[in-house]
């Protein structure tokens, strides 16, 4: 694990409103257990016994598209990243009654886990919605850029696809400059049903239904791992 990642503010605040009193519970109780430890060699046969393969999402927001997908894929291990406390409570809220086994979480930088992670070893990366820093001066700030991108290309394995999803015209283009000038990744969309219509078994989230009714259309990008 590269030890000299340098300090970055991906992120805007990591705390909202106060969290109700079971969720406040959850995060006490469940989080420490479904938490990575950073400070230790990643074990997948400790951390998903029974899963066949690894996916990582960053900043998972409430956890909509998360829970539904380890639900739908029990014999696929989900890592979540996520700083917002509030958004780890819900997921937390939503894996306690149905007894969810595969989703460990980060609360924290992404960039982090992926430095973590051996190399080769995602079979999928998803990254929706994240925060678009609109002004010129925090694009900086932006998850999309080369470092990010060279942590991505050593973690994901060949064939291995980046789903990236927005509804911020300005952070689409930027997003395809980076990921098409990048020699590890590849966008081969053909016709624009492949970035205006979702992925199959698309869990459209509370977020992304304020954004088309406030009139922004959502772009749907799929990078494939060279």
């Not at 992120?11 to 969720?23: D, F, I, N, P, V």
């Not at 998360?66 to 780890?88: K, M, Q, S, T, Y």
């Not at 960039?111 to 820093?133: C, I, K, T």
């Not at 290309?153 to 283009?173: H, K, N, P, Q, V």
Request: with cysteine.
């Amino acid at each position: 694990m590269n030890e000299a990642l340098p300090h970055r503010r991906l992120h805007g605040r990591s705390k909202g409103k106060a969290l109700r009193r079971h969720q406040a519970e959850l995060v006490e109780t469940l989080l420490p257990r479904l938490s990575l430890d950073l400070e230790s060699p990643f074990e997948p046969a400790s951390l998903f016994p029974a899963s066949k393969e690894l996916r990582l999402e960053i900043g998972f927001g409430g956890g909509e598209h998360l829970i539904e997908a380890a639900i739908r894929e029990p014999d696929v291990g989900f890592i979540g990243c996520e700083p917002f406390v509030n958004g780890v409570a819900k997921l937390l809220a939503a894996i306690e009654p149905a007894g969810v086994r595969n989703i460990r979480l980060h609360r924290g930088d992404a960039a982090l886990v992926l430095d973590w992670l051996p190399e080769a070893s995602l079979s999928r990366v998803y990254l929706f919605y994240p925060d678009p820093w609109p002004k010129r001066r925090q694009r900086k700030r932006r998850f999309v850029n080369r470092e990010t991108l060279d942590l991505l290309a050593r973690a994901m394995r060949r064939g291995s696809e980046l789903r990236f999803a927005t509804d911020i015209d300005d952070y689409a283009a930027w997003t395809l400059a980076r990921l098409r000038t990048h020699p590890a990744f590849s966008w081969r969309a053909s016709c624009s049903l492949d970035w205006t219509q979702p992925w199959e078994g698309w869990t459209s989230t509370k977020y992304e239904r304020k954004a088309i009714a406030e009139g922004r259309k959502p772009v749907y990008l799929t990078f494939l791992r060279l």
